[in-house]
């Protein structure tokens, strides 16, 4: 639980359907000598959390989860940055954080099952479990959960991806919850004033600091303060002159080079994925096709999915796309089920 | 909630109020309602259940009935204690040292700190032994002539162990330094009498001994200087102003006595319950260990430490499973740090943050003990499983 409205109404839906529901929340950890705390876990969450569950008559632990949540999460967030990949720390926390070290918690209180308030939806299908997109499209978060497996998908709960974000705000309404409306995203949670960048900076041993901006035939156009301080697609804030709009093509941390180029040199129609996870689907043998997340808002795009070994993928776009990233998760879907997903590496 | 499947061990944290003071306490609400400092009838009888009241507790410690201050707590009792004590003893003749155990419930330490940091007294903390207990000739090496008031408990609330109060009271006195001690836990459980502790000053809390929650009891020794820290109307001989909260001070003299007279027949039951829990726990977890002294401690108190193990989900795992117990280093919100009692028992800290304590009350049946005692040594273990390698 943290408090807001989706986890609180999630809770109050099993409570309602006769489940004996426990509600637990996370402490995570924030950066010592700020005075910033974790926002998915403030005082202000927690004690929202703890009237929630008073008036759903529920128990309610939080459960410290500080240590493993930087060892997990945070380190490798730095380390990520540090290599010039930009993670998305949301994914190692719900692999790493929610759905072992807290599952792992709930089934030792005696729990059969874990719920979230995500949206996202389950369909037994035979002997398996297919995670499929919520019902609310706009609201889907089924990318974030393509991490998880077959063995968790069978512990899961989640009681809200048959809603509109629209109907459970009437339910928590209805039912008189005494949630507020908190920002949507947490993100970088972690970081109390949201800016990574000086976070890095005091947390980062590994920073090589500058290094060239190159275009794509190898000129040298200028110099970078840091590759963790830029993004793919970014055009803003390069610091060189040229007459047509530069954006950042490439980080190429071997090098400490950042490589430029025009807008049309965005566009790639191949990525290269790692760590793949096949949650709803056995490990493909041959190419499959599907649509494509890049990120967790962009749109999907067809591609066809091509297995290089049991955990690397290439992926084949139909047409040339921008702005994918090295460290964020491409997700594959046929229709409404998420097959799975990988960590993008490379594209070309 | 299931409280009712639940199996309160947690009674050194608070219990409930026994029929019999809920019975006493009801006229006080509704019908015998009067303000004690009010003329006519009405403030006549609620006078009168004050001043029965004051003379109950004072029976029960050998005190007279004008050495009782009623307070709104025990922290308000410790609180009167340190500042009225210090403040009078400085204006008086320029005592600022104040010398406390590092056992000492946070109404204590934390008030004392206060008083260091924003009044200028000067706080030592005296050592403490393997089980927490304080070592009178260590009082006598460190009182001073400047000292304003020694603190020391009487029965620490976390790991249970007794201090010799009484041997320091006369060092305490030779010496012509106050004595305070929080006897919060100790009343419950232990004779309390002014004289054979030799102490100025004793904090009692109703709530600790099947009272109500929201009254306690300030004795001061006549004679001691002391200013009152809540001022306004001239009630409690000057030391605490406000309308007396009759029905709650009813409630403690009645609690206080029915404690206070059988607690001999108390203390036999737990004893033997007591003593089953630590030798059983002791025996059957690994890595597990007594904190406090085996036998100088509360009769009803069990508290242990296990190396590895969270307290927190230890105490949120044994309330899942159905007991309600708590822990020196207990936060509800889920960031553990050891408490300051097990820090000065030198403790590190994977052993410091895997603390538990049992707690025994009037309605603790055997089997729930040995239900508890069957069910805890696989829930420490799963907890040390929960701890990522």
Not at chain 1, 6 to 13: P, Q
Not at chain 2, 55 to 75: H, K, L, W
Not at chain 2, 303 to 319: A, E, P, R, W, Y
Request: charge should be negative; include cysteine; aromatic fraction near 8%.
């Amino acid at each position: 639980m943290s408090g807001g409205v989706d986890s609180s109404v999630a809770a109050a839906l099993l409570v309602e359907q006769g489940y004996e529901v426990i509600g637990m929340m996370l402490r995570l950890w924030s950066e010592p000598g700020t005075a910033s705390v974790n926002r998915c876990c403030s005082p202000e969450a927690m004690a929202q959390a703890r009237r929630v569950s008073a008036q759903l008559g529920i128990p309610f632990y939080a459960v410290d989860a500080q240590d493993v949540f930087y060892n997990q999460v945070v380190e490798h967030f730095i380390d990520d940055y540090t290599q010039g990949v930009t993670p998305n720390p949301c994914l190692r926390c719900n692999r790493h954080i929610r759905w072992e070290f807290l599952l792992n918690h709930a089934i030792a209180f005696g729990a059969d099952f874990m719920a979230t308030g995500h949206y996202a939806r389950l369909r037994h299908e035979g002997s398996r479990i297919h995670l499929l997109k919520a019902v609310d499209k706009d609201k889907d978060q089924s990318y974030v959960l393509h991490v998880l497996n077959q063995e968790k998908l069978g512990k899961a709960i989640f009681p809200l991806g048959a809603y509109t974000k629209k109907e459970v705000r009437e339910i928590a309404s209805d039912i008189n919850l005494p949630v507020a409306d908190r920002p949507e995203s947490q993100d970088l949670c972690f970081i109390g004033d949201g800016d990574y960048r000086q976070f890095l900076e005091r947390n980062s041993t590994l920073g090589v600091g500058g290094g060239p901006i190159l275009n794509h035939s190898g000129e040298t156009l200028g110099t970078h303060s840091g590759l963790e301080n830029f993004t793919i697609g970014q055009r803003r804030g390069l610091g060189i002159s040229s007459p047509i709009p530069m954006y950042v093509l490439e980080k190429d941390s071997s090098t400490n080079t950042l490589i430029v180029g025009e807008q049309e040199l965005l566009g790639r129609d191949t990525l290269f994925a790692e760590n793949v996870n096949w949650v709803s689907i056995e490990s493909p043998k041959e190419a499959l096709p599907a649509k494509v997340k890049i990120r967790y808002k962009s749109s999907e795009e067809t591609a066809s999915v091509i297995p290089v070994d049991a955990e690397t993928v290439k992926v084949q776009f139909d047409s040339k796309i921008n702005g994918i990233t090295p460290g964020q998760a491409a997700v594959f879907y046929q229709d409404e089920i998420c097959l799975g997903g990988g960590i993008i590496y490379a594209s070309e | 909630m299931r409280t009712n499947s639940i199996i309160f061990l947690d009674f050194a944290s608070t219990t409930p109020v026994d029929q019999r003071v809920v019975e006493a306490m009801m006229p006080y609400f509704n019908q015998m309602y009067g303000n004690s400092s009010s003329t006519h009838q009405f403030g006549q009888l609620a006078d009168h259940a004050l001043e029965d009241s004051r003379r109950v507790v004072a029976d029960f410690i050998g005190s007279t009935p004008n050495e009782i201050v009623f307070t709104s707590c025990g922290s308000e009792s410790d609180n009167l204690a340190l500042r009225g004590v210090a403040f009078a003893e400085r204006d008086q003749r320029g005592a600022a040292h104040i010398l406390i155990s590092p056992v000492e419930h946070h109404a204590v330490s934390i008030t004392a700190l206060q008083l260091q940091e924003l009044h200028g007294f000067e706080v030592e903390f005296l050592p403490v032994d393997q089980y927490g207990i304080v070592d009178p000739d260590e009082v006598a090496r460190r009182i001073r002539k400047d000292t304003a008031i020694v603190s020391v408990i009487h029965a620490n609330n976390e790991i249970g162990s007794i201090n010799p109060i009484s041997d320091i009271g006369e060092i305490c006195r030779a010496r012509g330094v106050r004595l305070h001690t929080d006897s919060v836990q100790g009343a419950a459980h232990l004779p309390v009498n002014v004289d054979d502790l030799n102490v100025d000053l004793i904090s009692l809390g109703a709530h600790k001994f099947y009272g109500p929650k929201g009254i306690g009891v300030l004795y001061v020794r006549e004679g001691t200087p002391i200013y009152p820290i809540l001022t306004g109307g001239g009630q409690e001989q000057n030391l605490r102003a406000g309308t007396h909260n009759t029905p709650y001070i009813v409630g403690l003299a009645k609690a206080f006595e029915l404690a206070q007279s059988d607690h001999e027949e108390r203390q036999t039951k737990y004893l033997q319950m007591r003593d089953q829990i630590i030798n059983q726990v002791l025996d059957s977890i690994p890595d597990s260990r007594l904190t406090g002294h085996p036998t100088m401690r509360l009769p009803n108190h069990a508290s242990f430490i296990f190396k590895n193990v969270d307290g927190n989900t230890l105490l949120m795992m044994l309330d899942a499973a159905g007991y309600a117990c708590s822990s020196g280093s207990a936060c509800k919100t889920g960031d553990p740090e050891p408490s300051d009692v097990l820090t000065s028992l030198d403790l590190s800290r994977e052993w410091a943050l895997g603390s538990l304590r049992v707690s025994l009350g009037q309605i603790t049946k055997q089997e729930q003990i040995d239900g508890f005692l069957g069910t805890l040594p696989n829930i420490v273990s799963q907890v040390r499983e929960l701890i990522p390698q």
